[in-house]
């Protein structure tokens, strides 16, 4: 392929490559340059990889965010957690009130444990 013959693809243009092999006989891919991406040069973009230490200090680390509620206690520490039980008219009173405050049934209980503790440290 000639200069003048460069094959170019869109910016967002995405081809999967995970199972290609122009060897075995896959239609060429081409890169945005017009380079024709055989074995070679998969091979020497490995050996250029594999020699760059830079490229793996400055590689992106994706830490997967824990699932569940944020942190009440700071981030990436588990908070503790208070569970009771209460009678199913007390319950249903707290949900009503938390709704009409936008709260959830979580936010009122820690609100109302905290004002009591506040009170009763004084």
Known sequence: MSKEEKVTFPEEAAVEVSDYDPDRGDELLYTRDGRAITNELIGEWQREIESDDTLIDNATVVIHPRRGR??????????????????????????????????TVSQLAREVLENYLDTRAA
Do not use: I, N
């Not at 503790?80 to 949900?95: L, T, Y």
């Open 70 to 103: 944020p942190s009440l206690t700071s981030p990436g520490v588990q908070s503790p957690q208070v569970r009771f039980r209460v009678p199913s008219r007390m319950r249903e009173k707290a949900d009503r009130v938390a709704a009409q405050e936008g709260k």
